[in-house]
């Protein structure tokens, strides 16, 4: 994968306040390798927030990897992202697999092991991304 000028922006780097220090390097890496721009759209997230997803069929689980109680670090271990297409938010599926092979790509060349949301056979979530719960409990 060629490197490409993708940039996170602020907004994007301050999502990823509160969020487990190997998953922003994997996020950082994949900026730099992705063929898709994209943007954090979610890092932490409130046990509030996650009821109204659970509630919306957003997400299926009140034991989310954004929620930081939930994992023994007291950090969020997951983020959301979303591919961008110029300056506009683009939720068309296939941008997704490509965002996933930038993450993966530098979660391996990091060494840090990661789950994509669109691999799951129950609620597909192509932007969600998170640390695997056997190697970050």
Not at 19 to 30: E, T
Not at 66 to 93: I, Q, Y
Not at 99 to 120: H, Q, R, S, Y
Request: glycine fraction near 6%; proline fraction near 5%.
């Amino acid at each position: 994968m060629a490197t490409n000028n993708f940039r996170l922006s602020a907004r994007s780097l301050s999502r990823l306040d509160g969020v487990h220090p190997d998953l922003v390097k994997v996020v950082k890496r994949a900026i730099e390798l992705t063929e898709v721009d994209f943007m954090v759209t979610e890092g932490v997230r409130t046990a509030a927030r996650q009821k109204q997803l659970v509630a919306a069929g957003a997400s299926q689980t009140s034991r989310s990897r954004h929620l930081p109680t939930a994992n023994k670090c007291g950090l969020s271990c997951a983020v959301d992202l979303a591919a961008m297409v110029g300056a506009e938010v683009r939720w068309d599926w296939p941008l997704y697999p490509k965002l996933a092979k930038a993450m993966k790509a530098a979660a391996t060349e990091l060494g840090v092991p990661i789950e994509w949301g669109g691999d799951w056979k129950t609620l597909v979530d192509g932007p969600h991304f998170q640390l695997t719960w056997k190697a970050y409990p």
